[in-house]
């Protein structure tokens, strides 16, 4: 390589390097690292490795690119152009070679086919890098005088052009390989699964001609909600999303009672797993029908879950993960073929399954500790998914712990006298005027708050039905912001000479909320049920942070169908979550849903969080001995003793009452906390 | 390691080296690659390591080898004399340690329980190195604070006692580990799987607490008879042997009759596949009745056949192996679950099948040759198996060659007027009478030959039925040395003056071998169905040794139930093999089936037979051109051309005829012949 052979700079991925000329480009890609997807194998009949040169002079990488730097279209191209068409600017980087100086750009969506472009789970783009490739060779015809096996000559193809060496075979291709060597007339294309540096590669499936498609499934097993993506494995793009409720919730509403059901039905495993397999192929039946893609493609998938929904869909016995040790069966990665989950796609298709973190923090928190990456960066990332139980992962690229807090049912909408599931008629943002303590609140299914006109008229027919889970969050914050409750959480019952909004209710008070039919309040009980859940995760939390030594948070990532809905400022009202700068503080969706994605698309993914899980530290909450003062702290607004200086430089909390730390018998933790946040407040002000 | 250290010598391998004092004697044995068995890993519970010492001064090593040299009995080794006992002078290896110079010898029978030992199929010891190996370990309960899953510690473990890394799992165990190591409170054996270097070792089976015992099946798929072997894994004995006829004869008599109905009917594969695999599980449930085997301690199996036997017990459809270029699916060494082909033993049970030759040279040839090994001496050794299809591979170290020649059903006693299957009451041996052209003859099922007293009361339940194989060659070899046909093959009708055995058959001669009911002849299409037969077997033979340019055979191995009941020196007095030192020509019984059971008690067999697979050189007899004049050179007894001076040392031979070589044109090369004949001859009479 001299020093005046062309230099070629790659984009996205800004790899660079210096070719001879007359070297292929998808040659110099791949002596780069660069990912460029291939299956025809130079033949220039797939189109997956199409690129653009991008034009003009790169000053800062000193480079001046031009079209005319790679060589004319060839014969091969014209042809596919014909056949399949290239849009404007492509060309096929293994029919082209370098002649000059470029900066090429490599596609992140590749269009073979006019398929509609679907939005990530999250907006961002993942590196590919599959675990299955699919690889088109042509072979010789059977010779009577070298009598290699028609299998055999198809290793030894696959050795010469595509560099696997040792290759296994699925069992099941062995008596269908003479057939369809013979339908393709000797051309057929293999594909490939290797998942990992020590994996032998392994023939998986295989078609006559050459197949262009190869598709995935990443799936997140949640204990309500089934999610999954359709994903095209060559080009990246999700092909079809869809969803359905998780058929085990007849057998038991949450966790634990699914447990309890194992053990006292003896066939209730069985039952259990056959019936999330179903589901999951019912919606593996949606998502093809609804991507236009055939079953037979699906070749590879990623499936995460708690541990619970992760055993039962691996037909084991969640039974000791019901009690003390909770001892997983298994924690690593696990690695089968889809038949042995009874799921129906190519037969030879691979489930790849993330490793759990510990007894209660499953395979789904590593796939959203995957998506987040708190261990890739050096700010403190807290990544937490809100349900019945809460799993907290916490930390950067020096060390992370992990926690799972039993929340309670409660910001789900259960246990709240007037809560319910997200859905439309439900309360769902909530505002109360500090000075006349009206309430204003704005429900699913209308655009319209309850006090701007047209507000009846548009809900009449939904009708106000209830509280969910976000507009919890947020009125009892409010309620808090205004006053009606201390920050102990008593609603103020001196507060009914003024008000018709407090009602008396037993020896306690209610906060009415809407006067209609049903008639919603926010009761005392249902603050407690709030503090208590609350306390229990913000106890887990604090827990983490006392382990690592710090005193906040740098970033908050709030993961799941509950952290989408939620506002944040709120959710630090209430002290659901610790201090932090708002500003990064961030709903990401199905961020476990995003990281099954991640590890189907990217083998590394993969090796990354199988590493990444062995050293997170796993904390078991309830046997800490600072839990319980740190619990009962916590069930103050926001927080007892810890100081919320960034959420009062944002929103101006009611004064603190000068109580005593539980734990400490003195009020200075009280006071330096409130002179703290006082000194915040007047910072923002100024 | 000083050179005052201890020298200890392990018999048989002969292996030796210097070990400090206290070295324990398993782990020098497995420095010095010498293999001796342990389960229990050092526990002293399993019996397997056990060795004896050998004392006495062996001035040819420099050892003076003392019991006292090892060290005493421990507290774990007298434990394990007390609950399992020790024959005298065993000692267990794991449990003692070196002390002085010592020789030691490895017992190749390990008698763990009193089981009957049966002889091997031949009697040789196979040097053990399987594939599946017994490996015990205690895990550490499962600790709320080190959250790593039951299996994860489970192959944590492994890795640390036996050095497994990597280690796979079997998918069926996942939901089963918790409760085996619950039951076996945490002590558990796990059988793993590690067949060649580039495999991962895979757990495939797993029970609670010790389990000593370890079994694997040996089978040769034969077109008519299924043969096999189980075997212990841990100490190489053959427990059981049984056999089966392959029930696939209903399809078909021979092989090209089942390639056709597969041809004819849509779900005639299926049904042949169907049908021996049933045939091998009930064959499973034989010997393992005999032996007292659980089916689910059978860890390995191997298995081999002929190419259309191999296809469709691996459910491939043969066509192709019917017609040129006779293409096979697969040539190589196929491993896959037992599972995949419907074969019922341990859940996690594998198969590993030895590599095919060529489209008509088999598994069962491969298995052969790595049983005589031709490629692992110097000599020029041939191994045939004669059957419909006769299979022959000759070679040595530098160079094996391999061809398949169709001789037909007259070696089994079809097409023979008074043919039939080795049966009681079928003759089996054959003399005549040079001068008085009488013969004499035995059957199957009496001791007395027919001219001996006793013979008619002896036979009279049984009758003479007819002749079977091995008597067709004698008997025709017979009416050669005797003069009653030429060496043409042609019945002398002039004998018919000279004695009442010779009739007038229509046009033709036949000579009476038993005038009974039946009344048993030999008729000169009898004569012709042989001379067609050993001509195209001679043919192939004469063709390999033309490509290796070699002009006489070192050493000869008859294989298969034919090659066990042939005369060897009638076989060459046909001129249906070669000449050669009589001495070195046996009949080596199943040899296929001996080989499997190398493959199946030794990895490196596997390697061997691959490798060497890949260096045997087919050749297409019917596609040579010297194979017409070959063939019709070979019709006559012997041969036209060929000389056979060890066979003539032997036997007298009848004068030759001074005719044309069927392609010379001169009668130079019979004179030749003849000349080197008779001094041979001579030679042996002086």
Chains 1, 2 share one sequence.
């Not at 279209?73 to 492509?90: P, Q």
């Not at 037969?347 to 987040?372: F, K, Q, T, W």
């Not at 006392?546 to 002290?575: C, N, Q, W």
């Amino acid at each position: 390589m001299a020093t005046t052979d062309p230099l070629v700079l790659f984009m996205p991925s800004g790899k660079r390097g210096r070719f001879a000329k007359g070297t292929v480009v998808l040659d110099a890609a791949r002596e780069l690292g660069v990912y460029v997807e291939s299956v025809c194998g130079g033949r220039a009949t797939c189109g997956r490795c199409q690129v653009i040169v991008q034009e003009g002079n790169f000053a800062k990488h000193g480079i001046t690119s031009a079209n005319d730097h790679l060589s004319a279209r060839g014969a091969k191209e014209e042809r596919y152009e014909r056949v399949r068409g290239l849009a404007d600017g492509r060309r096929l980087s293994c029919s082209s070679t370098i002649e000059g100086d470029l900066v090429i750009d490599v596609p992140q969506d590749t269009v073979i086919n006019a398929q509609v472009v679907r939005k990530a789970a999250l907006d961002r783009v993942i590196e590919r890098n599959p675990a299955v490739q699919l690889c088109y060779v042509e072979l010789d015809e059977p010779d009577m005088h070298k009598p290699l096996g028609d299998l055999d000559r198809l290793k030894k193809m696959l050795e010469q052009d595509w560099h696997y060496h040792d290759l296994q075979v699925a069992p099941h291709l062995l008596h269908e390989v003479q057939k369809i060597l013979r339908k393709g007339e000797w051309g057929v294309t293999a594909a490939i699964h290797r998942d990992g540096p020590t994996a032998r590669p392994t023939i998986i499936a295989l078609w006559p001609g050459l197949h262009n498609e190869a598709y995935g499934i990443a799936c997140d097993i949640g204990s309500t909600t089934i999610a999954m993506h359709l994903v095209s494995l060559l080009s990246g793009r999700i092909v079809a999303s869809s969803g359905a409720s998780n058929p085990q919730i007849r057998f038991g509403e949450d966790l634990m009672s699914r447990v309890s059901y194992v053990m006292m039905n003896p066939n209730g495993r069985e039952a259990m797993t056959t019936a999330v397999r179903e589901a999951a192929n019912e919606l593996i039946g949606k998502v093809c029908a609804e991507g236009d893609v055939a079953r037979d493609d699906i070749l590879d998938m990623v499936f995460v879950g708690n541990p619970i929904m992760h055993h039962l869909f691996l037909g084991i016995d969640p039974t000791e993960l019901g009690q003390a040790p909770f001892a997983l069966a298994v924690s690593g990665a696990v690695d089968v073929p889809a038949s042995t989950l009874d799921l129906s796609a190519n037969a030879g298709a691979r489930v790849y399954l993330l490793p759990c973190i510990a007894g209660h923090v499953g395979a789904d928190s590593a796939a959203a500790a995957l998506c987040e990456g708190p261990h890739r960066q050096d700010e403190m990332m807290m990544v937490v998914d809100v349900g019945t139980n809460a799993e907290i992962v916490l930390g950067n690229r020096d060390r992370v712990v992990a926690a799972s807090s039993p929340t309670g049912p409660a910001f789900e909408g259960a246990e709240i006298s007037s809560g319910q599931r997200a859905a439309p008629g439900a309360i769902e943002r909530v505002r109360i005027d500090k000075d006349t303590l009206e309430p204003r609140f704005k429900i699913i299914g209308v655009d319209t708050w309850s006090d701007e006109d047209g507000f009846a008229e548009a809900s009449a027919q939904l009708g106000v039905t209830g509280i969910c889970g976000s507009a919890i969050i947020e009125v009892i914050a409010e309620m808090y912001l205004s006053g009606v409750i201390s920050e102990d959480g008593v609603i103020d019952g001196a507060l009914a000479d003024k008000t018709p909004r407090i009602l008396q209710n037993g020896r306690t008070w209610s906060y009415l909320l809407h006067d209609g039919t049903p008639r919603i309040t926010v009761t005392q009980n249902d603050v407690r049920a709030i503090q208590l859940g609350k306390a229990a995760l913000y106890a887990g939390i604090k827990l983490l942070m006392e382990k690592l030594g710090i005193d906040h948070v740098d970033r908050i990532s709030l993961a799941g169908a509950f952290g989408t809905f939620i506002d944040p400022t709120y959710a630090m009202v209430l002290g659901l979550i610790p201090d932090c700068d708002l500003d990064k503080v961030k709903a990401v969706g199905n961020a476990a849903g995003h990281g099954a994605l991640m590890a189907l698309l990217n083998r590394d993914h993969r090796r990354e969080i199988e590493d990444t899980v062995t050293h997170i530290e796993k904390i078991e909450t309830a046997l800490e001995p600072n839990f319980q003062r740190i619990f009962i702290n916590a069930m103050a607004l926001p927080n007892k003793v810890d100081p919320f200086p960034f959420l009062a430089q944002q929103v101006t909390l009611p004064p603190r009452q000068i109580e005593q730390d539980a734990g400490d018998g003195t009020d200075s933790a009280a006071q330096r906390r409130r002179s703290r946040e006082d000194r915040a407040a007047r910072r923002s002000r100024t």
